[in-house]
């Protein structure tokens, strides 16, 4: 997504879905865009005459949003409240000064993702505001054979936005950004997640979490916006890991090919925060269950195979979910 000089992308969460929130508290530091939509019904009528539109309405009134950067750990937690479940506070790790825990969860018997106000545009000419935009996908990438870090993409729905006077300005929390050299990666089966360390192959990992949120129209009578004013939530695949591997023996295939129910965790590393015992580094984590599914060859710079597999998550019984989120930073508060 182009980055256009002077415009912000900002938003605040909502504490009742569809009540504005006035200002934005979290500027972030990503590319991003609010898309209105109008919906024009034209009826068709036959009047003798080669015209084909003579009358319309407005039906409907929306719009999407997308942004796209860097992963950030000071604003995962932000974007994690709208993708997986509201967390407000994090707990402190053994041994831990300044280092924060933030978990999440899937809630898989109610619906408790975060809605957002979001602001975007150039504060110079006004912005648009848009309330009760919700997520409906994250996909998180990082590549160990690139020269970068990963990354975060986002895309939702919101109301019809409202042409606002620029708010004040939240102040940036940018905090660490997470080398794709520096993952790391934990295959179990009968022992607990994060017990068995797979070193030297995980070439790329890619997380998506999907909310599926769905809009519910509502009539309202003549007042009406003719935007949604309630969501629901269908089941679906909520988070699907892609893993790439060096093709150096057999393991990761043998464990495809037997469909083998696994605990694969996904740990993206940053800075140190302390030097404690243990040592506390910035991360963002991801623990999925299920069996690999989809498989496709690669190269790795044309000189070694290959193998990427597919994971879709899958109810565990001890976390009584199907994924959670972890993020480690240095922040006391969203």
Known sequence: MAEIPFETFSLALEATRNTPVTPPTHALNMAGVIKPYVSQYRPKEQRGTLVMNYRHKIVRKNCTFSADGDADVNYLPVWLNMAVKAVTSPSTPTNGVLTRLWTFARTITSDDIKAATMYWGDPAINQLQSPFCVLEELVFENDGTSEGVA???VKGGGNFPAKVAAPSAPASIAGDTLPGMEMQLWVDTASAIGTTAITGRLLKAKHTITTGVTY?????????TFGYTAIGRKPVVALKTELEFEYPDYNQYDQWAAGTDLKVR????????????PDYYNYAQFDSYGPYEDLDWGDNQGTNRTVKLVMNSQYDTTLASDFSVMVQNARTTL
Do not use: C, F, Q
Not at 268 to 273: E, K, R
């Open 151 to 153: 990354t975060l993409n």
């Open 216 to 224: 519910k129209y509502i009539a309202a009578g003549p007042t009406t």
């Open 266 to 277: 996904v740990r993206h590393n940053g800075a140190l925060i302390e030097s404690v015992t």
